[in-house]
C-alpha cells in the first residue's frame, strides 16, 4: 500500500522540454554545435551540466570547466526567460490536478523529486508552489537520478520509508533511482516502455488515484 506518492516535475507535472530544447539550441547554435531534438531526448531527467556533457560530445573543440559553466549559464538564462515568458498554468499535463487532489483526499502524503535547480521557479509559474507537502530538488543534492538520492530525500521530508513510496518518472534515469531507491514506480510518457515500472501509462489522466494507492 502507497503513503506517499514522489512525482518527477518536468515530463510528469509539466511540460518543459519544449523550453529546454529552445535553451540548448540557443547555446548550441551560439558555439556551432550540431544539436536536435534526438540529442534532446537524451537530456530527459539529467541534471544541467551532465546534460551540457552530452551537448558537447558533437563540439569540435575541448571546453575548460569555466568555460563549461558558462555555457550552461547561457543555456539557464536563456531558458529562465522563456519560463517566465512562456509558462502558465496551461501546460501542467493532463491528469495531474485530478491524482493531486484525489491523493489528498486519500491522505497520501505528495512530494516533488526533481533534477531541476529551476522547480521552485517553475512550480510558482504553474500556481502549483503550495500544492505539495515537500519538495526535493536539484538545489538539495549532490548526486542526480540515476542515483536515487532526490527522492531518498522527498520521503525522507514526508517522513516515510522508501518501501511505502511511489515514484513517478518519465525518464530512464529516473525509474533508476526510483528502483535503486527501493521505490515503486509508475513510468509515464516518454518512460512508458520501461520494463522496470510497477505500472506505466501515457500520462497521469489514464490512472486511478486507487491504482497508485493499491501498488
Ligand atoms: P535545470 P526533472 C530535469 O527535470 C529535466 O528533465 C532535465 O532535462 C534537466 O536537464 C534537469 O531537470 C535539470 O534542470 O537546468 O533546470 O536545473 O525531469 O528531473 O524534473
Ligand atoms: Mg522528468
Known amino acids: 500500500m502507497v503513503k506517499g506518492v514522489i512525482f518527477d516535475l518536468d515530463g510528469v507535472i509539466v511540460s518543459t522540454d519544449e523550453l529546454h530544447y ?3 539550441k540557443h547555446m548550441a547554435d551560439s558555439e556551432g554545435i550540431y544539436f536536435d531534438r534526438e540529442i534532446n531526448e537524451r537530456l ?3 541534471s544541467r551540466m551532465a546534460s551540457l556533457d552530452i551537448i558537447l560530445e558533437k563540439a569540435t573543440k575541448t571546453y575548460t570547466d569555466e568555460q563549461k559553466v558558462a555555457l550552461a549559464t547561457l ?14 498554468s496551461k501546460d501542467i499535463l493532463p491528469g495531474v490536478m485530478n491524482v493531486l487532489d484525489g491523493l489528498k483526499a486519500a491522505g497520501v502524503k505528495i512530494a516533488i523529486g526533481s533534477s531541476s535547480k529551476n522547480t521552485p521557479t ?11 507537502d ?34 513517478v518518472e518519465d525518464a530512464e534515469a529516473g ?3 526510483a528502483k535503486a531507491g527501493g521505490m515503486k514506480a509508475l513510468a509515464v510518457g516518454s518512460a512508458i516502455t520501461d520494463k522496470r515500472a510497477d505500472l506505466a501509462a501515457a ?9 497508485m494507492i493499491n501498488l
Open 22 to 24: 529552445l535553451g540548448w
Open 203 to 211: 500520462d497521469l489522466s489514464m490512472v486511478s488515484v486507487q491504482q
Open 44 to 46: 530527459r531527467g539529467v
Open 122 to 132: 517553475i512550480l510558482k509559474q504553474i500556481g502549483l508552489d503550495k500544492k505539495f
Open 175 to 177: 525509474i533508476s533511482a
Open 134 to 167: 515537500a519538495v526535493s530538488d536539484g538545489n538539495n543534492i549532490t548526486n542526480s537520478k540515476p542515483d536515487p538520492e532526490v527522492f531518498l530525500k522527498a520521503a525522507q521530508f514526508i517522513g516515510l520509508d522508501p518501501k511505502d513510496c511511489l515514484v
Open 75 to 88: 543555456k539557464n538564462d536563456y531558458y529562465k526567460q522563456l519560463l517566465s515568458t512562456r509558462l502558465s
